[in-house]
Structures are given as C-alpha cells and as structure tokens.
C-alpha cells in the first residue's frame, strides 16, 4: 500500500465522496474548446466566452460532482463559483504539444508553479501526458524525467498529484482508427505500469479505457468489431491487475450513454478502478445552445440534461471502489 501525507489525504478527502470516489467533472479543456464554441456560435471565440462557460459548468454542475478539473489560464473565475463541498484540480500543462519535433512533448504553462497553483486553492495538480510506450528512449526519457520534477514539486507542496496519461502511436496518424483500436491495450499497459512507479510520486493515475467502444461489439454500429464484450471486460480486469496505485477513468470524448456502458463493463469484471474525470461526455452538448443561443439557454440544458448526466454517471460508479484501500497515511 503507497503511503501519503496526512496533508495529502486532507486534500484526497475534499476531491473525493464520503466512500472515497471520486467522481470529477473536467473542464480544462483550452485550445479544443475555443474551436467547438467557436464553431458553434460561427464567429472567432473570445476570452469572455470561453471564461463565462467554464463559470457556468461550474455553478450548474459542480453540486453533483466531488470535485472539478480547471486551467489556470481561463478557469479561475469558474473555481470561484464551485460548490463549497467541491474540490479543486488545476491543470499545469499547456494545452497541446510540440508539434515541431517528433514525440508529442508537452511542457507546463510558464507562469505556474506547484506553489502557485496551491496558493489558487487547489488540492491536487494535474499532468497531462501524450505517451507512447514504444517510441525510443531518446523521446520517452525526456518524458520520464518531465513527469519526475512535477511528481517531486507537487510533492514538496503537499497536494496530490493526478497524472493523466493519453496513449497513442507515433507511426500513425489517427487514435481513431481501426489499426489503433487493435494496439490501443498494450500502448495503455505498458505506460500504467510505467508511470505507477514510485519515483513519479504520482497519487493517482487517470486512465483511458483500454480499449475504443466504438470497435466494440454492440456498440460498433458500421466499424468492424476488434473486441468481443467479453474480450472489452477482460482488458478491463488486466487493466485493473497492471496498478496498485489509485486510478480514474477519463472520458475521453465518448457520449455519456457509452461512458457508463464502459464503467458497468469495469465493475462486472471487479476492476478496482476509484472514480472518474469525466469532460465532455457530461457537457459537450451544451456547447451549441451556449455559444449559439446564449448563456441563459447553455445554462438551462446544463441544469437539466447536463446534472440528469453526472447524476447517471454517479449512479454507473456503484462499483467504484475507495482510494484508502490504496493509500494509507505516513
């Protein structure tokens, strides 16, 4: 069992449930959702835009949620309309990556810090990370050592640290594809395994689903199935086995109907998954109503359609199990 701060679990404490799940909503989205409101209100985005919907999943959807994912860059106004019993996640990456050189390498927003992000009230920092376990160590190492220093600053600020880890290949162009689909578990796998080390001091990892649904059978409507449902739940328990460390699934783009689908496939297998950080599955269609036909009638889809999501996806996460089976304060 890792062991953790008593400083460290006061904050695990305030972004999780009374069972110790954890079930976040994620708006940290920057660059991507800039261009979805844009294209919805057909005109540029500006900054008020992009600040006053991030507000207004905060007050509509923070309620039902343990805690709330941000960025500093645009969020800290949503943060200050949280609910009092909602926790606080600050992302310290910049959005994207380098696309200049090859291996997706990130880097964090230049005038944040561990220090700082705690100063803005947050109780964890969050590290979004483009792995490929199969590119070279020329790449990867960098990475490595990129996620250490996070893992140690984050540490030196008694927070928790949430490494989110987003898988793909670097000799092809498209996660969506079938021929991803086909090497998507390894690629998971091998960079859980990686980064549950004990030198990322990492105090919970956020996870894709080991698999695409969309290849999946039953829910593959024209693609072609990859994985039967009983091969989609075994990946789910191989997942489950790979860890010992706390671990959350992210949404990463799927509708709210087939992001529980995964999560009922989890808890039948007894995967020992501890919650989720759910994004876009919970309020991306709001966008439309939002940027096209104003605030008031983004705000009206959120409080209805939008907490009937996170109140389903909270009752999907039954089967989640309490991160202290995993921690244990020092």
């Not at 990859?226 to 799927?254: H, M, N, R, W």
């Not at 297998?269 to 994004?279: D, M, S, T």
Request: hydrophobic letters at 35%; glycine letters at 6%.
């Amino acid at each position: 069992m890792r062991k953790i701060t008593p400083e460290v679990a006061k904050h695990m404490e305030k972004l999780s449930t009374k069972d110790g799940v954890i079930s976040a909503v994620a708006i940290d989205q920057r660059g991507s959702l800039k261009k979805m409101l844009a294209k919805a209100a057909n005109k540029p985005a500006d900054e008020t835009t992009i600040v006053d919907f991030k507000k207004a999943i905060s007050s509509e959807l923070t309620p039902y949620a343990s805690a709330i994912l941000t960025d500093p860059e645009y969020g800290i106004p949503a943060t200050k309309v949280r609910d009092d019993n909602c926790g606080l996640l600050l992302a310290y990456e910049k959005t994207g990556y380098d696309t200049t050189e090859p291996g997706r390498m990130c880097d964090l927003i230049a005038d944040e810090s561990a220090l700082r992000i705690k100063n803005d009230g947050a109780d964890a920092v969050k590290f979004m990370l483009y792995y490929d376990p199969d590119e070279p160590d020329s790449i990867n190492d960098k990475k490595k050592a990129f996620v250490e220093r996070v893992g140690a600053e984050t540490k030196a600020n008694d927070l928790a640290f949430f490494l989110e880890v987003v898988t793909y290949d670097g000799h092809m162009d498209s996660v969506q594809s079938e021929e991803y689909a086909k090497v998507k578990p390894d690629k998971v796998f091998k960079t859980m395994e990686e980064f549950s080390k004990p030198q990322y001091d990492v105090t919970v990892l956020k996870v894709e689903i080991p698999f695409n649904i969309k290849y999946v059978e039953g829910f593959n409507g024209d693609n072609n199935v990859v994985y039967t449902q009983e091969e989609a739940k075994k990946l789910l328990k191989k997942q489950s086995d790979i860890t010992d460390l706390p671990y959350i699934f992210l949404s990463a783009g799927v509708t709210s109907e087939e992001f529980i689908a995964e999560i009922k496939m989890a808890e039948e297998v007894g995967a020992q998954f501890n919650g989720v950080l759910c994004g876009r599955a919970t309020w991306k269609p709001s966008i439309e109503p939002f940027a096209a036909e104003g605030e008031d009638v983004g705000r009206k889809w959120l409080a209805t359609q939008g907490k009937e999501n996170i109140e389903n996806l909270n009752k999907a996460l039954t089967g989640a199990k309490s991160w202290k089976d995993k921690l244990s304060v020092e």
